[in-house]
């Protein structure tokens, strides 16, 4: 029965026996009385008594850190600009989960071998063929299938060296992350010095060795297929350099451009 507004309640023809007074009231502890008997045509009233507060109660859920990292790899695979271009890469939840060195394998060879980068090697080899640079690799369909090659094997090994081989290595991650907030000028900043720093795989700010090492061994395997007058440190150099601008440009666009840009976005940055 639900009491009056001061707590009074009063039970009639209840049959002799032993009972129990239970109390419920929202936001209180449950209240259960001792047992007492009341007997044939007995009044008995039921001792004062208070109801204390309820305990807040707290539900906490525990996870492995691989299995968020592998929620927020799934997210990140979904995120391209414009619908169609990949901007697996960017990180818009700026405390991720750190990846496991399989998680970075996995991520990098989503990345490199997605469709649309194979139609970005087709166009930068066209613009290779039409201004006869590397003239070495002549003229003509064989001219051009040495260019899409050696634009193929460029991509593929600086993204599985600076993404996914070295970063395992030396337990630093690949991803860039967005800051979103602040200045104009400290957002600058934060995506230029990405290219040289990153964390490692316990949160802490680092040099970048992983992206480094891996721009500069990817260079230095170019010399393997690039026509022999092209070859020499120049061109492990020139590689290296257009490599680490190419990051720089990309990490502004990422910081100013692609989260406005970008699809299934799933998290806001630094706030």
Request: aromatic share 12%; hydrophobic share 40%.
């Amino acid at each position: 029965m639900l009491s009056e507004s001061h707590g009074e309640f009063s039970f009639t023809k209840i049959p002799a026996g032993s009972y129990l007074v239970m109390v419920n009231a929202k936001g209180f502890a449950h209240f259960t009385s001792e047992e007492f008997a009341v007997g044939v045509l007995q009044d008995y009233e039921v001792p004062e008594f208070s109801l204390s507060v309820a305990l807040a109660s707290m539900e906490v859920t525990v996870r492995p850190t691989e299995f968020i990292a592998a929620e927020q790899i799934r997210a990140e695979e979904k995120q391209r600009l414009v619908g169609f271009f990949p901007n697996f890469y960017t990180s818009y939840v700026y405390d991720a989960a750190p990846l496991s060195a399989k998680q970075k394998f996995s991520l990098a060879m989503r990345g490199t071998f997605d469709p649309v980068a194979m139609l970005g090697i087709s166009f930068a080899a066209g613009i290779e063929q039409a201004t006869n640079a590397y003239a070495g690799y002549g003229q003509g369909a064989a001219g051009y299938s040495k260019r899409f090659a050696a634009k193929f094997a460029d991509g593929r090994s600086s993204d599985l060296l600076t993404h996914a081989v070295f970063p395992a290595l030396l337990h630093q991650d690949p991803r860039y992350y967005y800051q979103g907030s602040g200045s104009v000028k400290s957002r600058i900043i934060h995506a230029v010095s990405s290219a040289f720093l990153t964390r490692n795989d316990t949160g802490r700010t680092v040099f970048n060795s992983s992206y480094f090492l891996g721009d500069l061994s990817a260079a230095a395997l170019s010399n393997l297929y690039y026509p022999k007058a092209d070859r020499g440190a120049n061109l492990v150099f020139t590689n290296a350099a257009v490599g680490l601008a190419g990051r720089i440009g990309t990490n502004l666009m990422r910081e100013f451009i692609s989260k406005r840009l970008s699809t299934n976005v799933s998290g806001n940055g630094k706030l």
